[in-house]
Nanobody
Framework: QVQLQESGGGLVQAGGSLRLSCTPS????????MGWFRQAPGKEREFVAA?????YYADYVKGRFTISRDYAKNTVYLQMNSLKPEDTAVFYC???????????????WGQGTQVTVSS
């Protein structure tokens, strides 16, 4: 059973940056594709970025967010720059064997970390 723990959320002003981290346990990190999703109040969970051999991004974060993984630290990161108020959401880390942009296809999820961007 894979468990995921996110960290790094918080309150930031528009234009600022945050780096989210996700550390899996209970599985072989290198085996999994890792994804970041977000969910704003009253909205569905949406794809942000994913990584396995390559990286994949939602159009609305391209050029602003960067997903990466450190195999030595068993951690996946989401570097978020030029944050906008509309980026405010709970951000979730997810894992599955094959990379996907669909939340419904991910097998394991973290508890989420709140990101709030003030205007």
């Amino acid at each position: 059973q894979v468990q995921l723990q996110e960290s790094g959320g918080g309150l930031v002003q528009a234009g600022g940056s945050l780096r989210l981290s996700c550390t899996p346990s209970g599985g072989t990190f290198s085996t999994y594709a890792m994804g970041w999703f977000r969910q704003a109040p009253g909205k569905e969970r949406e794809f942000v970025a994913a990584i396995k051999r390559g990286t994949y991004y939602a159009d609305y974060v391209k050029g602003r967010f960067t997903i990466s993984r450190d195999y030595a630290k068993n951690t996946v990161y989401l570097q978020m720059n030029s944050l906008k108020p509309e980026d405010t959401a709970v951000f979730y880390c997810a894992a599955r064997l094959v990379v996907s942009t669909r939340a419904s296809e991910y097998d394991y999820w973290g508890q989420g970390t709140q990101v709030t961007v003030s205007s």
